[in-house]
């Protein structure tokens, strides 16, 4: 043969793809191997550059040459064939062999092209692929699992996990799709302790000695079911047993984000990144974080280390997006939908776009994303913006139905209980039920600022100026946040109280000098203290025009 197949296999398996394209563009249109007398030997080598282009990320051409080599196949005469459908694998190594017995696995053919349309988002194509599969490998069964879930079909997303924990009780990914998409840790657990025949049974003992699976099962099921504070305790109980491991600390970095718990998961997610600098998982999640608390230094810094480990990643698109948040708002909203271009279904893009498209007054287009956050998986997030859309536009029945949703899936959540209190509040006739889910929300959690906050402000409504002024007091006694001191101000610059307004702002910044309501209040409160009308147009404002130019230029190069 003019070219040797054992030298694309040495190619490939020292990753030179680029080569051992090349080089099976030749194998495949030499004129020594003829289609019609060796219709083997070309379906062959018509997979071996499919494999090449499908490690080049070229789906497109992967897809054509693997169809291309089935149809060899099919024309190679079955009886005077050792080819089966079931023989060897078509891993890089095997399907290399260059000896004359070697063989064309077809189910493996097929889940390289399901694999591909998987790739390009096409799910249907992939599911109707691998129908054809009978006999599937574990890798097979994980991907018939998400395509099911990607397409709505959870029934049978749940049947293909779980097959997957029949073969192999460690495929952890399938134990976090169990448990969101609703099944309990009983269930996920069960199918551990029974084998792909279905004829026998082993010991949980044997599987799990020391428990430490059963507890993580536990703990995903606590986080899919909202029960967060079980799922603390769970993975807490975790990481003393595996200290200072990257995926415990993420999860509970998520989760503390997810409540609230701000300062905490920051830390997490900093000793996460002092362990691995190159993590990207949920990378995004903690630039949010920093973003408010208005930590501008080293949100700029995590997005530089972000993009110098991949660019190409949705999480680095989100973190992009919060960093620019603050220049421009077009660019910030063009990178949270480049992240969900990458990935359909990664769920912090969705709710980076419906903030922005909150903050730029499109309330209705935020409530698309919302919702499709909430469609991957509700945490209180989506359900805050959804709410928060839905008052926006008028449709407070909607908003109390989805405020009343998540009180119901989180009955212990201080952060739910404000959630319908926020609905109730915007109408002057529930206001006094919105006074009692803020006083319910405090006793749940005493230390939620933004109930304490939200109350105060309900006070303000309705003239109450003297008890919304005791209550922030009270809270500035034990801590000491600067969104208590701007709203103390607002308090009293609306009661004319210009001296003590002007004290709480500037407290305000010097405990966090990048607050940007402490700045413009503190700017509009110096002007009402001169006697400018600081609702007057600047002329100063109007000629100063932003340097969009050097801006676009600096997106370019991120």
């Known amino acids: 043969m003019e070219v040797p197949k054992d030298q694309i296999a040495t190619l490939m398996e020292h990753g030179l793809y680029d080569s051992a394209e090349m080089l099976g563009c030749f194998l495949v249109s030499s004129s020594t191997v003829s289609a019609e007398a060796s219709p083997h030997l070309k379906a062959e080598n018509l997979i071996l550059l499919g494999d090449a282009l499908f490690h080049q990320r070229e789906y497109r051409r992967a897809i054509h040459t693997y169809k291309q080599a089935l149809h060899h196949y099919t024309r190679i005469p079955k009886q005077n064939s050792s080819i089966s459908r079931s023989s060897l694998s078509l891993s890089t190594r095997s399907s290399v062999n260059a000896s004359a017995n070697s063989a064309i696995n077809e189910n493996e053919v097929r889940f390289k092209i399901a694999s591909s349309h998987f790739a390009l988002n096409e799910t249907k194509a992939a599911i109707a692929e691998m129908e054809s599969v009978k006999t599937r490998s574990l890798e097979m069964n994980i991907l018939m699992a998400k395509l099911h879930r990607n397409s709505g079909y959870n029934r049978g997303a749940i049947a293909f996990y779980k097959e997957c924990l029949r073969q192999c009780p460690y495929v952890l990914e399938a134990v976090i799709g169990l448990a969101e998409l609703g099944v309990t840790a009983k269930d996920i657990i069960s199918a551990f302790t029974q084998t792909p025949s279905r004829s026998a049974k082993v010991s949980l003992d044997q599987i799990d000695p020391t428990r430490w699976l059963q507890r993580y099962v536990e703990a995903q099921c606590c986080v899919a079911s909202h029960a967060y504070k079980v799922a603390l305790e769970n993975f807490a109980e975790l990481l003393q047993r595996f200290p200072n491991n990257v995926h415990l600390l993420t999860e509970t970095a998520k989760i503390e984000a997810i409540i609230g718990k701000n300062e905490e998961a920051i830390m997490r997610f900093e000793k996460v990144r002092s362990i691995d600098p190159y993590t990207l998982t949920c990378m995004d999640e903690y630039a949010m974080l920093l973003q ?5 230094s080293r949100l700029n810094k995590l997005v530089h280390d972000l993009l110098s480990v991949d660019h190409t990643r949705a999480e680095v698109f989100v973190a992009l ?17 480049k992240s969900i271009r990458v990935d359909e279904r990664h769920i912090p893009g969705y709710i980076m776009k419906g903030n922005l498209l909150l903050l730029a007054k499109r309330p209705e287009a935020a409530a698309i994303a919302f919702r499709a956050a909430q469609n991957l998986r509700s945490d209180l997030r989506s359900d805050q913006g959804l709410v928060h859309s839905y008052l926006a536009f008028g449709k407070t029945k909607e908003a109390l139905y989805t405020a009343r949703e998540a009180m119901n899936a989180m009955p212990q959540s201080a952060k739910a209980l404000k959630l319908v209190g926020d609905v109730h509040a915007n109408t002057s006739s529930g206001r006094e039920k919105a006074k009692k889910f803020y006083e319910s929300a405090l006793r749940l959690e005493s230390g939620y600022l933004g109930a304490a906050i939200a109350l105060a402000e309900l006070h303000l409504m309705e003239g109450r100026n003297g008890d919304a002024v005791s209550l922030l007091e009270r ?7 600067d969104s208590l001191h701007v709203k103390l101000a607002q308090v009293f610059a609306a009661t004319n109280m210009l001296q003590d307004a002007l004290s ?3 407290d305000a910044l010097r405990i966090n000098p990048q607050n940007e309501a402490a700045k413009k209040g503190l700017d509009r409160l110096e002007k009402q203290m001169k006697g400018i009308d600081p609702d007057a147009v600047d002329e100063n404002d109007e000629n100063d025009v932003e340097d969009v130019d050097g801006d676009t230029e600096e997106a370019e190069l991120m």
């Open 292 to 296: 408010i608390k208005c930590d501008y």
């Open 321 to 337: 997006s919060v960093l620019w948040e603050r220049k421009d708002a077009r660019t910030a909203l063009s990178y949270a939908e």
């Open 475 to 481: 809270y500035l006694k034990d801590w000491a946040d």
């Open 504 to 506: 709480h702002y500037q």
